[in-house]
């Protein structure tokens, strides 16, 4: 529901560990509605919550600077040092502002939800999906599965990953667009190491698709990546008319970067179905389809890339009937900067 707000919060729901005892808090929130809240709709914080049937959606970002408005947001308690727990199942999570559902240095668990429309805040950057970070005071990992969902319409990233661990399967993450800020990014998945904790990120997705994209399908920033089963379709370049490829890889010599993609289809990338800027990747048994190039390999940093494949990969246009063919054509790595993170 709407509710006066002070200068600083106006969340709708809010769950933490008793300062006073010390004890976990459980939330239990069943067909409900969550709506035109500040700062955020559902705050969890080293306690559990199970959120079913459930709509949030609207928040707004807080009076006093016009920043946050997130959807759902799951953290560790540092002082209790206790992590926090979001079961999140069946629900509407949509048009809330920079980040529909953020977990650091916590675990979730989506099933069957609807992430969407995600605007970015005031000042023009984020309104990412998910965002699943280790945690900036304790450096905690976070862990996100993420199953038989929608992740769709929403800025810059449709799901991020960095410094944690994410396993997304049986999801389809399109229409990713580009950031209101500076009309980059638009990328379908992110999966990125955190330079402050050193800490890499691993991401799992099978049996997902992938599709309408910006920049990349999928990139993955000196982390690892298992790609099973999956479509990576019509990924587009940026508005500056750069990438526009549907797995993107990047490493260097002292954060490798790595890739295994199997049984999978890329079709239609405005570039190259797999670019491999210093990282090692391994095909097999996988269609690329329709792209103004198979492979693209660059050193970067002074590491060297690397294709290994298993067999069974074919490329080509109208059909992928041949094998793929490797190009160097001295283009440019992308901008490993870390995506930011939005600040209380």
């Known amino acids: 529901a ?3 707000v002070d200068e600083l919060l106006g969340r709708g729901i809010q769950v933490q560990v008793d300062r006073d005892t010390g004890k976990r808090v459980t939330l239990v929130l069943r067909g409900s509605l969550v709506e035109q809240n500040h700062d955020t ?8 919550a199970t959120i079913e049937g459930t709509v949030v959606r ?18 560790d308690d540092p002082d209790a040092g206790e992590r926090a727990t979001l079961t999140l199942r069946g629900s509407i999570v949509e048009q809330n502002h920079d980040i529909g559902v953020f977990v650091y240095g916590s675990d979730a668990t989506i099933e069957g939800c609807r992430i969407a429309n995600t605007v970015p805040n005031m000042l023009g950057p984020f309104g990412h999906g998910i965002q699943a970070s280790d945690s900036p005071t304790t450096g905690e990992r976070a862990t996100l599965t993420l199953r038989g969902s929608l992740v769709e319409h929403n800025h810059a990233l449709g799901v991020l990953v960095t410094g944690s661990d994410a396993t997304v399967e049986g999801t389809v993450v399109r229409d990713s667009l580009p950031q209101a800020s500076d009309q980059l990014l638009g990328r379908g998945i992110d999966v990125q190491y955190d330079p402050d904790a050193g800490e890499r990120a691993t991401l799992v ?18 982390s690892d990546a298992t790609i099973d089963g999956c479509r990576i379709v019509h990924t587009l370049p940026n508005h500056f008319g750069r990438f526009g490829d549907g797995l993107v890889v990047a490493g260097l010599p002292a954060q490798p970067a790595s890739a295994r993609v199997v049984a ?3 079709e239609q990338s405005a570039r190259a179905a797999l670019s491999n800027f210093g990282a090692s990747m391994t095909h097999g048994s996988t269609l690329m389809q329709c792209q103004s190039f198979d492979l693209e390999g660059e050193p970067n940093g002074g590491s060297n890339f ?14 992928a009937d041949r094998e ?3 190009l160097s054509a001295g283009l440019d790595p992308p901008d490993l900067a870390e995506p930011s993170t939005p600040t209380r």
């Open 41 to 48: 709709g559902v705050f969890v914080s080293g306690s559990d």
């Open 58 to 75: 609207g928040t707004l970002p807080r009076p006093s600077d016009q920043l946050l408005g997130l959807g759902i947001q799951v953290q």
């Open 264 to 266: 999978t289809r890329i």
């Open 2 to 4: 709407e509710e006066l």
């Open 306 to 319: 690397s294709f290994d494949h298993l067999g069974g990969s074919l490329c080509g246009c109208p059909v």
């Open 324 to 326: 793929c063919a490797v």
């Open 205 to 222: 997705l099978r049996g997902s698709l992938v599709e309408q994209s910006h920049e990349a399908g999928v990139f993955v920033v000196d």
